[in-house]
């Protein structure tokens, strides 16, 4: 039987609509950029912003010299066991997290338990992640992560691995944390504005809390580190329903690497001590602006489209307060 063109336009018709419904359910709902030049520009100008509110506290945070960052060039002391063993021959799998990042060159998960130096590694619990340690800047940063990891107390192994073609690599063996970042979460996802906003507030406490905890409680705290990368991709989010208090939400740090790392100066500092709760209160606004955004706070976008930067666009578009 031969369908009619009619019909079969009308199927075409629903298929299509199906994939544009499908598409508007996956895709963030946050995003205020119309091109992807926009939203670079506006990465750049977070960037931008967020060097400027560590400059604006130099007095306490020891902002790094651009191409410097604490625990660097000492590739020798973190990867200095070539190819160990055990480790080149762990059963590695590709992370459906995976992908190339700045030094990043792959995380992968560990599918099979192995005992190294007498501890236990469950199957599962950790991943690797591979750095360059070859090229000049590999040789230069790669230790910053591992360097960072030991002074907050976190630090398991490092090593080397080789791939089959002879290419070395740092790798970094680290506790597989769980969660999402916010954007992914369908609690996030199903919130109303107002929710949004009350769920932003549980998050950015949180991450105040987790920062503050790093920075001065671990026993092995030498060099103070701060974490200075906070977008939400390093803050895997597990969010639970506790009555009577509500929503609980519990946050990993992950990323601790080059360049997202400083170093306090000084004494300890109390939680709410103004000069870091006023560091951190900009860092998350600019970090979480698209989740802002989404919760009907645009503050931080319309600052965007008020800069040097911004206002091109907005002028092409005729938006925001330019
Ligand atoms: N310890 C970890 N536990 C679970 N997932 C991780 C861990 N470290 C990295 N990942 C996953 O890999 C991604 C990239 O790792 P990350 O350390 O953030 O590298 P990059 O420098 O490329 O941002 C993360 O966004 C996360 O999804
Ligand atoms: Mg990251």
Known sequence: MVAHPVLLGLLQLVSCLVIFLTAQAESPKYYPFRTLEEQDCFYEWKSKQLRENIQKHGEWINFHKKGTCPGMKQNQLYFRYKGIQEM??????KSDNSYIGSYNEGIYDVIRSFTLEGKRYRAGGYIIKLVDITSERGKMF?????????????????????????????AILMKRELG???????????????????????????????????????????DHILHADNNPGNLPIQFSQVPPLGLEVKMAMIDWGHPGLWTWYGEPKAIDDPQFTDWHEQQFSLDYALEYYDAGDSSVVDRFWASDEGAPYARKRSIGPA
Not at 88 to 93: E, K, N
Not at 189 to 194: F, P
């Open 88 to 93: 080149q021959t762990l059963s590695l799998v």
């Open 142 to 170: 790669a230790s910053c992560e591992p360097h960072a990891l030991e002074q907050v107390g976190i630090w398991h192994r490092t090593g080397i691995l080789t791939n089959d073609r002879g290419v070395e690599f740092g």
């Open 180 to 222: 999402e970042e916010l954007g992914q979460k369908s609690v996030w996802r199903r919130a109303g504005k107002k929710k949004k906003l009350q769920i932003l507030n549980l998050v950015k406490e949180e991450n105040r809390n987790q920062l503050h905890r790093y920075a001065f409680k671990t026993p092995t705290n030498v």
